[in-house]
Protein backbone atom coordinates (compact mmCIF):
# COMPACT_ATOMS: atom_id res chain seq x y z
CA UNK A 1 0.00 0.00 0.00
CA UNK A 2 2.65 2.99 1.17
CA UNK A 3 5.98 2.52 0.16
CA UNK A 4 8.57 1.19 2.30
CA UNK A 5 10.14 4.94 2.33
CA UNK A 6 6.72 6.79 3.00
CA UNK A 7 5.76 4.41 6.05
CA UNK A 8 7.51 6.65 9.02
CA UNK A 9 5.53 10.22 7.06
CA UNK A 10 2.39 8.30 6.98
CA UNK A 11 2.64 7.04 10.36
CA UNK A 12 3.95 10.23 12.07
CA UNK A 13 0.92 12.20 9.93
CA UNK A 14 -1.65 10.00 11.48
CA UNK A 15 -0.23 10.28 14.89
CA UNK A 16 -0.20 14.13 14.55
CA UNK A 17 -3.66 14.81 12.72
CA UNK A 18 -5.68 11.60 14.07
CA UNK A 19 -6.82 13.60 16.71
CA UNK A 20 -8.16 16.22 14.93
CA UNK A 21 -9.82 14.36 12.28
CA UNK A 22 -11.88 12.07 14.69
CA UNK A 23 -13.30 15.59 16.60
CA UNK A 24 -14.29 16.80 12.84
CA UNK A 25 -16.06 13.74 12.44
CA UNK A 26 -17.83 13.60 15.40
CA UNK A 27 -18.82 17.15 14.90
CA UNK A 28 -20.20 15.94 11.72
CA UNK A 29 -21.67 13.13 12.97
CA UNK A 30 -22.40 13.21 16.24
CA UNK A 31 -21.53 9.73 17.44
CA UNK A 32 -18.15 8.58 18.86
CA UNK A 33 -18.21 5.36 17.34
CA UNK A 34 -19.23 6.68 13.37
CA UNK A 35 -16.63 9.44 13.61
CA UNK A 36 -13.92 6.78 14.63
CA UNK A 37 -14.98 4.60 11.75
CA UNK A 38 -15.39 7.63 9.38
CA UNK A 39 -11.59 8.39 10.32
CA UNK A 40 -10.35 4.88 10.14
CA UNK A 41 -11.78 4.62 6.27
CA UNK A 42 -10.65 8.09 5.35
CA UNK A 43 -6.93 6.82 7.08
CA UNK A 44 -7.07 3.76 4.82
CA UNK A 45 -8.39 5.95 1.33
CA UNK A 46 -5.46 8.67 2.23
CA UNK A 47 -2.95 5.93 2.61
CA UNK A 48 -3.88 3.86 -0.67
CA UNK A 49 -3.61 7.39 -2.24
CA UNK A 50 -0.70 8.41 -0.38
CA UNK A 51 1.56 9.68 -3.59
CA UNK A 52 -0.56 12.52 -3.82
CA UNK A 53 -1.78 13.15 -0.44
CA UNK A 54 1.44 13.36 1.24
CA UNK A 55 1.45 17.03 -0.15
CA UNK A 56 -1.48 17.99 2.04
CA UNK A 57 -2.62 15.00 3.83
CA UNK A 58 -4.60 16.45 6.79
CA UNK A 59 -6.27 18.39 3.97
CA UNK A 60 -7.00 15.26 2.06
CA UNK A 61 -8.22 13.18 4.63
CA UNK A 62 -10.16 16.11 6.10
CA UNK A 63 -12.02 16.15 2.92
CA UNK A 64 -12.55 12.09 2.53
CA UNK A 65 -14.15 12.33 6.19
CA UNK A 66 -16.66 14.59 5.12
CA UNK A 67 -17.28 13.01 1.97
CA UNK A 68 -17.98 9.62 4.15
CA UNK A 69 -20.01 11.79 6.27
CA UNK A 70 -22.02 13.22 3.46
CA UNK A 71 -22.74 9.73 2.41
CA UNK A 72 -23.86 9.07 5.62
CA UNK A 73 -26.35 11.75 5.59
CA UNK A 74 -27.57 10.00 2.76
CA UNK A 75 -27.95 7.21 3.66
CA UNK A 76 -29.73 7.83 7.18
CA UNK A 77 -31.83 10.05 5.10
CA UNK A 78 -33.32 7.13 3.52
CA UNK A 79 -33.97 4.75 7.33
CA UNK A 80 -36.82 5.77 9.41
CA UNK A 81 -35.42 7.88 11.92
CA UNK A 82 -34.24 6.32 15.69
CA UNK A 83 -35.98 7.75 18.52
CA UNK A 84 -33.43 7.56 21.99
CA UNK A 85 -34.89 5.36 24.70
CA UNK A 86 -36.60 7.60 27.49
CA UNK A 87 -34.89 6.29 30.61
CA UNK A 88 -36.45 6.39 34.37
CA UNK A 89 -33.37 7.17 36.04
CA UNK A 90 -31.44 10.38 35.96
CA UNK A 91 -28.24 11.15 36.08
CA UNK A 92 -26.61 14.69 37.41
CA UNK A 93 -24.39 16.44 34.67
CA UNK A 94 -22.35 19.42 34.92
CA UNK A 95 -23.69 22.97 33.72
CA UNK A 96 -21.05 22.55 31.23
CA UNK A 97 -22.21 19.65 30.02
CA UNK A 98 -25.39 20.77 30.12
CA UNK A 99 -24.42 23.52 27.90
CA UNK A 100 -22.43 21.55 25.38
CA UNK A 101 -25.39 18.53 25.31
CA UNK A 102 -27.94 21.76 24.23
CA UNK A 103 -25.06 22.58 21.57
CA UNK A 104 -24.97 19.32 19.84
CA UNK A 105 -28.69 18.69 20.00
CA UNK A 106 -29.56 21.95 18.16
CA UNK A 107 -26.46 21.55 15.58
CA UNK A 108 -28.14 18.22 15.34
CA UNK A 109 -30.96 19.63 13.76
CA UNK A 110 -29.14 21.94 11.18
CA UNK A 111 -29.04 20.64 7.71
CA UNK A 112 -26.07 18.90 7.17
CA UNK A 113 -24.79 20.99 4.39
CA UNK A 114 -24.74 24.00 7.22
CA UNK A 115 -23.59 21.84 9.90
CA UNK A 116 -20.67 20.81 7.77
CA UNK A 117 -19.30 24.83 7.24
CA UNK A 118 -19.48 25.50 11.17
CA UNK A 119 -17.50 22.27 11.84
CA UNK A 120 -14.78 22.91 8.89
CA UNK A 121 -14.75 27.10 9.73
CA UNK A 122 -15.13 27.25 13.34
CA UNK A 123 -13.32 23.86 15.33
CA UNK A 124 -10.95 23.04 12.49
CA UNK A 125 -10.29 26.95 12.00
CA UNK A 126 -10.56 26.84 8.14
CA UNK A 127 -10.61 29.60 5.68
CA UNK A 128 -13.75 30.13 3.92
CA UNK A 129 -11.81 29.04 0.57
CA UNK A 130 -10.38 25.88 2.50
CA UNK A 131 -13.97 25.12 3.48
CA UNK A 132 -14.98 25.22 -0.03
CA UNK A 133 -12.95 23.20 -0.82
CA UNK A 134 -13.25 20.26 1.86
CA UNK A 135 -16.32 20.53 0.63
CA UNK A 136 -16.24 20.59 -3.14
CA UNK A 137 -18.91 23.75 -3.36
CA UNK A 138 -18.16 27.55 -3.95
CA UNK A 139 -16.67 30.80 -1.32
CA UNK A 140 -20.24 31.77 -1.87
CA UNK A 141 -22.03 28.90 -0.64
CA UNK A 142 -19.90 28.51 2.23
CA UNK A 143 -20.27 32.17 3.23
CA UNK A 144 -24.58 31.81 2.88
CA UNK A 145 -24.70 28.78 4.32
CA UNK A 146 -22.61 29.99 7.01
CA UNK A 147 -24.82 32.78 7.51
CA UNK A 148 -28.24 30.11 7.63
CA UNK A 149 -26.48 27.88 9.80
CA UNK A 150 -25.51 30.54 12.82
CA UNK A 151 -29.05 32.41 12.19
CA UNK A 152 -30.73 28.84 12.34
CA UNK A 153 -28.57 27.82 15.52
CA UNK A 154 -29.50 30.88 17.46
CA UNK A 155 -32.75 30.51 17.18
CA UNK A 156 -32.75 27.02 18.14
CA UNK A 157 -30.62 28.09 21.17
CA UNK A 158 -32.80 31.55 22.01
CA UNK A 159 -34.53 31.03 25.51
CA UNK A 160 -38.41 31.17 24.46
CA UNK A 161 -39.27 34.25 26.59
CA UNK A 162 -36.32 36.03 23.91
CA UNK A 163 -38.50 34.61 21.14
CA UNK A 164 -42.12 35.56 22.25
CA UNK A 165 -40.63 39.17 23.16
CA UNK A 166 -39.79 39.33 19.24
CA UNK A 167 -42.88 38.27 18.27
CA UNK A 168 -44.46 41.21 20.54
Not at 62 to 68: E, G, S, T
Not at 73 to 92: H, K, N, T, V, Y
Not at 104 to 118: C, D, H, Y
Not at 127 to 150: D, H, I, M, P, Y
Amino acid sequence: MIPRRDKRAFDEFVRASSGRLVRTAYLLCGDRGHAEDLVQTALLRTARRWGSARRQPEAYARRVVVNLAKDRWRQLGRRPSEAPIESDFSIPVSDGLLDRDELMRAARRLAPGQRAVLVLRYFDDLTVEETAAALGCSTGTVKSQTSRALENLRAALAPEKEIADVDR
